[in-house]
């Protein structure tokens, strides 16, 4: 199996400890658990396009290098595994910026994110997605991935207040780092574990639907777990004869898992502690 190691992230601890060139060890540690969880998973994106959270699913690993001393610096680097040579050179310009996007929306660094968010817009399309809706629904695996990454983050940034004052993450060549404060872990701190994320189109399974209720049971396309979340319908077309989402399911029964029964839902979510627990739909395509 081919081994192709080929992006450099570098954590920078300043402040407090580590301006003696050290940090407690048992912080530390937590950090490096958060941030191999959000390197490994957002370089897998990076690679396949998908969005796995179980590691063992991943194409990517995550090693550490020697660390030095100004102040305190570790380098991270993403080894990619792939038989068929998946990693490419844009893939890897994607990374950097998805990592960045990650703990922005997270300290909810609204200006970057919207800059951020741009950037991987152009870069998605870079790595051959023409298509707009694909480029969009992929946007929306990015804001899922970043809100169920809440709990890394969390881990990541824990030193901050405690051994140093910054965190600071280069991840690529001609990339500003990104500088994590003591308020901006405040805000990540802070944010609610049940958390409404705003109205976006989501990719489903429909399993379950309940014509009394308006109610349906959903799996996001995608999503390893297989996790049924359940979901209140408030379109209007639920009343029609020809009820898309009735027909949604049959989809599903005629196919269960298979991407041909997917819809695309226009949906706001509640997230609880990063992971969406329930959706509220409005449209469905």
């Given at each position: 199996?081919?081994?192709?190691r080929?992006n450099?992230?570098?954590?920078r601890?300043?402040?407090?400890?580590?301006e003696?060139?050290?940090?407690?060890?048992?912080?530390?540690?937590?950090?490096?658990?958060?941030?191999?969880?959000?390197?490994?998973?957002?370089?897998?994106?990076?690679?396949?396009?998908k969005?796995?959270k179980?590691s063992d699913?991943?194409?990517?690993?995550?090693y550490?290098?020697?660390?030095?001393?100004?102040?305190?610096?570790i380098?991270?680097?993403?080894?990619?595994?792939s038989q068929q040579?998946l990693?490419?050179g844009l893939a890897?310009?994607?990374?950097p910026?998805?990592?960045?996007?990650?703990?922005?929306?997270?300290a909810?660094?609204?200006?970057?994110?919207?800059?951020?968010?741009?950037?991987?817009?152009?870069?998605?399309?870079?790595?051959?997605n023409k298509?707009?809706?694909?480029?969009?629904?992929?946007?929306?695996v990015i804001?899922?991935?970043?809100?169920?990454?809440?709990?890394?983050?969390?881990?990541?940034?824990?030193?901050?207040?405690?051994?140093?004052?910054t965190?600071?993450?280069?991840?690529?060549?001609?990339?500003?780092?990104?500088?994590?404060?003591?308020?901006?872990?405040?805000?990540?701190?802070?944010?609610?574990?049940?958390?409404?994320?705003?109205?976006?189109?989501?990719?489903?399974?429909i399993t379950?639907?309940?014509?009394v209720k308006?109610?349906?049971?959903?799996?996001?396309?995608?999503d390893?777990?297989?996790?049924?979340?359940?979901?209140?319908?408030s379109?209007?077309?639920?009343?029609?004869?020809?009820?898309?989402?009735?027909?949604?399911?049959?989809?599903?029964?005629?196919?269960?898992?298979d991407s041909s029964?997917?819809?695309?839902?226009?949906?706001?979510?509640?997230?609880r502690?990063?992971?969406?627990?329930?959706?509220?739909?409005?449209d469905?395509?």
């Amino acid at each position: 199996m081919d081994h192709i190691r080929d992006n450099t992230i570098t954590l920078r601890f300043d402040g407090k400890d580590a301006e003696n060139h050290e940090v407690e060890l048992n912080i530390l540690g937590e950090s490096f658990q958060g941030f191999a969880k959000i390197l490994s998973t957002a370089g897998n994106f990076a690679v396949t396009q998908k969005y796995y959270k179980r590691s063992d699913l991943q194409e990517v690993k995550v090693y550490a290098r020697d660390p030095r001393c100004n102040c305190f610096s570790i380098d991270a680097v993403t080894s990619f595994v792939s038989q068929q040579q998946l990693f490419s050179g844009l893939a890897g310009a994607i990374l950097p910026l998805l990592i960045q996007y990650i703990f922005s929306r997270n300290a909810q660094k609204k200006e970057e994110m919207k800059h951020l968010k741009d950037s991987l817009d152009k870069a998605i399309e870079a790595l051959g997605n023409k298509d707009k809706d694909t480029i969009q629904g992929l946007l929306n695996v990015i804001d899922k991935m970043a809100t169920e990454l809440r709990p890394s983050v969390r881990q990541a940034v824990s030193p901050i207040g405690n051994t140093c004052s910054t965190i600071s993450i280069k991840a690529g060549e001609g990339i500003s780092p990104l500088v994590i404060n003591e308020a901006d872990k405040e805000i990540i701190d802070r944010l609610e574990d049940d958390e409404v994320i705003p109205l976006r189109e989501y990719q489903v399974l429909i399993t379950e639907f309940d014509g009394v209720k308006k109610t349906a049971k959903i799996v996001f396309l995608g999503d390893e777990q297989a996790r049924r979340i359940t979901a209140e319908i408030s379109d209007p077309a639920v009343m029609k004869r020809d009820n898309p989402y009735i027909i949604a399911l049959q989809a599903f029964m005629h196919a269960p898992n298979d991407s041909s029964a997917s819809v695309t839902v226009t949906a706001k979510a509640v997230a609880r502690k990063g992971a969406i627990s329930k959706l509220y739909i409005m449209d469905i395509n």
